[in-house]
C-alpha cells in the first residue's frame, strides 16, 4: 500500500497544476493592458527669422503668433508653433510638455549660457505628441516674451478619430513681433538687453510719453537707490526723474510727472523675480 501512495500524488499535483494553471492563463489573457499615457518632444526648430513685415519669407505676418496642428485620428499629434519669441542666438531653445486630463501645456525657454545676442526675433518649433487618444483638448503655450497685457496662445479644439488639422493665431504688436520699424533702433536693443540680462527688481519696463513737445522714453529706477532715466527719440538722456538717495531723481526735470502725457507702454517684462 505505501508503494501506491506516491504515484497517486504525484498525480494529483499534475491535476492540480493543470487545472490553476490554465485558469491563470485564461485570466491574464482576459486581464486589460493598461493604455501607454501620452508624451510628448519638441523636435526641431527653425533659425532665427526677421520680423520685418515687409521681408517676412512665410505666410504667417510677424505680428501674429500661430499654432498650427495635424491630428491623424489615432494617437499623434503633430503641432507647430510659429513666431515664437527668443534671444537671437540662444544656445538652445527648451520646451517641457505636460499633459494633465484635456489640458496640454507647452512651457517654452532658452538657455543663454554665452550670453545670447542683444537683440530678440521669431522663430518655429516643432512639436510631436504621441499616444494621444481621440477628444477634447485645451493647448496652452507659454513662452517667455509675451506681454503681460496680451492674451496667452491658448485654443481648445476637437480631435476625432478621422484625421484633421486646424489653425489659431492671436495678434502681437510689440517687439519683436509686429512691425517693429515703429521703435527707434535704439529702443529695440534695449528691450533685448533687458530680456537677456536676469530679471530687474521691479522687472524692467519702458514708457513712452510726450514731455515738453517731444517724444521721450522713460524707464523706472530699479532697487535700491538707482536713478530711473528719461531718454529723447534719439537715444539720448535728458535726465532722471526719480530714484536715487531722495528719490526725487537728478533735479533736472522735476516737472516731468506733472507735464507728461500720452502715456503708452513700450515693452514690460513679464518674468517674475
Not at 497517486?8 to 497544476?17: D, E, R
Not at 491574464?28 to 533659425?47: A, F, H, I, M, Q
Amino acid at each position: 500500500m505505501k508503494a501506491l501512495k506516491i504515484p497517486f500524488l504525484l498525480g494529483v499535483i499534475v491535476i492540480f497544476v493543470i487545472l490553476f494553471g490554465c485558469e491563470d492563463s485564461v485570466v491574464n489573457k482576459e486581464r486589460p493592458v493598461p493604455p501607454t499615457p501620452p508624451t510628448g518632444n519638441l523636435v526641431g526648430y527653425s533659425d532665427c527669422k526677421t520680423s520685418r513685415i515687409e521681408t517676412t519669407t512665410d505666410s504667417t505676418p510677424p505680428n501674429q503668433e500661430c499654432i498650427e496642428y495635424q491630428y491623424d485620428g489615432d494617437s499623434l499629434l503633430l503641432l507647430k508653433h510659429i513666431n515664437t519669441g527668443f534671444n537671437c542666438c540662444p544656445d538652445t531653445i527648451i520646451a517641457g510638455i505636460n499633459i494633465k486630463d484635456s489640458l496640454i501645456t507647452i512651457q517654452e525657454s532658452q538657455s543663454l549660457e554665452n550670453g545670447g545676442c542683444k537683440c530678440l526675433c521669431l522663430f518655429d518649433l516643432n512639436f510631436e505628441i504621441r499616444n494621444l487618444e481621440p477628444g477634447e483638448y485645451t493647448i496652452k503655450v507659454i513662452s517667455p516674451y509675451i506681454h503681460p497685457d496680451e492674451e496667452q496662445l491658448e485654443f481648445s479644439t476637437t480631435l476625432s478619430s478621422s484625421p484633421s488639422s486646424g489653425r489659431y493665431c492671436v495678434e502681437r504688436n510689440h517687439y519683436p513681433w509686429g512691425n517693429t520699424e515703429e521703435n527707434p533702433d535704439w529702443i529695440n536693443k534695449l528691450i533685448a538687453t533687458f530680456a537677456s540680462e536676469p530679471v530687474g527688481n521691479p522687472p524692467q519696463s519702458i514708457w513712452q510719453y510726450e514731455y515738453k513737445g517731444q517724444r521721450v522714453y522713460y524707464i523706472p529706477p530699479q532697487c535700491c537707490d538707482q536713478f530711473s532715466t528719461l531718454y529723447n527719440a534719439a537715444g539720448s538722456v535728458i535726465c532722471a526723474p526719480d530714484g536715487g538717495y531722495t528719490g526725487e531723481g537728478d533735479g533736472r526735470c522735476t516737472d516731468f510727472f506733472k507735464e507728461r502725457k500720452n502715456e503708452k507702454l513700450i515693452w514690460q517684462d513679464s518674468r517674475t523675480n
